[in-house]
């Protein structure tokens, strides 16, 4: 007998309303136990073990963490993936915070784990009523933190990019993957309980170092030169040039000194910066990253010091599939109510789901359920129904909508997309932001 579209779904539900508590407990056994990206060892463990459950052979260790299992349909066709990023931030003074490492899940990523499986759950109970597969795929380091401990792990050739899903993509742990969804916390304002639709920033990040020479501050501060002067003077000139930006472009420079010298005595002759660099466009953030190179340049110039800028790609701008948006809204409204929905928004903020954005058509919906701003000590999952087994309901609807009756929608899907990049060419542009440079203003 062959079963409606809606009776599948019917299924879905239900398998996952029984379950809500085991879908609930991955997210606040995943919240108490925060890991930072590409260390998630424990958090990878959780996912290996309740795949080990669910009876899927997996992948693990893939770009160090990550754990991709494929649920098979009754018969060939595409592949939708189900995604759920590993990995927290830092903020040691929340109160959900790991005391030793001062790791949090002040993004939610706990929630994203817990939907991803619960979607799983779901589908089992209807793939073989499905034509075309489902991968479910914890992932890595979508947070763009410590970048100075990635950087030390590509010198030892453990990884290329120091962001999870390019370095996934890199590896082609995305090859046989066609579309996407992943649901994240919320990082609106309102008080939805899902949106779908919200695009992003692109992202760069800068490691800037200038040289000086040290001299006593006291008495010989004229044999000096000043390295922090030429720092501060390259934040204004960034500062001097933002009206310059147009405001579609909605560039974002965020410099902070992370060393201002060695020591009050001494003109300081180490001074560090980092920054992000954010914008809608590639070609914005080609721009933008060419405006900081410039004024870096101008700080080193003025006091004759020399800077080196080290530029490291992080994120790509995120635009989904206006196809894979319908879809997914008309899910999310069907499991929350209309009335509970929110609209969709440009985020400055950035995600690696952008990479993927620019491979294969994604959708990223938001959910409801959290406290406070993100990234901020505030910031937790609270209502682990909203998010984490909602989300699981309208992804594994998502993907019943896709594979039903000979997979016609994932494949219109792909038919309608405009047109993407391949794996080489995607990895030639990001590759182009990566570069070191020494300018030395003592020799112009
Ligand atoms: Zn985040
Ligand atoms: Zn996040």
Do not use: W
Not at 317 to 322: L, S, T, V
């Amino acid at each position: 007998m062959s079963l409606s579209k809606e009776d599948l779904k019917a299924q879905v539900k239900a398998e996952i309303d029984r379950r809500a508590g085991e879908i609930i407990d991955i997210s606040t056994d995943i919240l108490a136990h925060p890991e930072t990206g590409f260390f998630e060892a424990r958090t990878s463990e959780v996912v290996q073990k309740k795949f080990g459950e669910m009876g899927l052979a997996f992948t693990p260790e893939l770009a160090r963490t990550g754990v991709k299992a494929r649920m098979r349909g009754r018969k060939a066709g595409p592949t939708v993936g189900i995604l759920g990023e590993l990995d927290s931030i830092i903020t040691p003074d929340s109160p959900v915070a790991d005391p030793d490492t001062g790791a949090a899940h002040g993004c939610g990523h706990n929630a994203q784990i817990a939907s991803m499986i619960g979607a799983g759950l779901g589908l089992q109970a209807v793939m073989h009523h499905l034509d075309g597969d489902v991968v479910l795929f914890a992932v890595p380091a979508e947070e763009c933190i410590q970048i100075g401990e990635r950087l030390e792990l590509k010198e030892k050739g453990e990884l290329e990019f120091v962001i999870g899903k390019p370095e996934l993509i890199r590896l082609g742990a995305f090859d046989d993957i066609d579309m996407v969804t992943i649901t994240h916390t919320p990082h609106g304002l309102d008080d939805s309980h899902a949106s779908v639709g919200d695009t992003h920033n692109g992202a760069l990040v800068k490691r800037i170092r200038f040289s000086g020479v040290a001299a006593h501050a006291g008495s010989f501060a004229h044999k000096g030169i000043n390295a922090l002067k030429a720092a501060t003077i390259a934040i204004s000139a960034i500062d001097a040039q933002r009206e310059k930006f147009h405001e579609n472009d909605l560039v974002r420079i965020s410099p902070i000194i992370t060393k201002g010298g060695d020591a009050t005595s001494s003109v300081p002759s180490d001074v560090r910066i980092e920054t992000m660099v954010r914008a809608r466009t590639v070609e914005a953030m080609r721009e933008a990253s060419e405006t900081v190179d410039r004024s870096m340049r101008a700080g080193a110039l003025a006091v004759g010091a020399r800077v080196e800028i080290e530029t490291v790609s992080g994120y790509m701008p995120n635009n989904p599939d206006q196809r894979l948006i319908e879809l997914q809204y008309a899910n999310c409204a069907e499991v929350v109510g209309a009335d509970n929905m929110g609209g969709a928004r440009h985020q400055s903020g950035s995600t690696d789901v952008g990479d993927l954005s620019m491979l294969m058509p994604v959708v990223h919906p938001r959910s409801g359920g959290t406290e406070g701003a993100p990234h901020s000590r505030e910031y937790y999952v609270r209502d682990h129904t909203l998010a984490a087994v909602n989300p699981a309901k309208s992804m594994a609807m998502l993907a019943v909508d896709l594979l039903y009756d000979e997979a016609t929608e994932a494949r219109a899907v792909i038919a309608s997309a405009p047109p993407k990049l391949d794996r080489d060419a995607y990895l030639k542009l990001r590759r182009s932001f990566d570069r070191n440079e020494v300018f030395d203003g003592a020799a112009h």
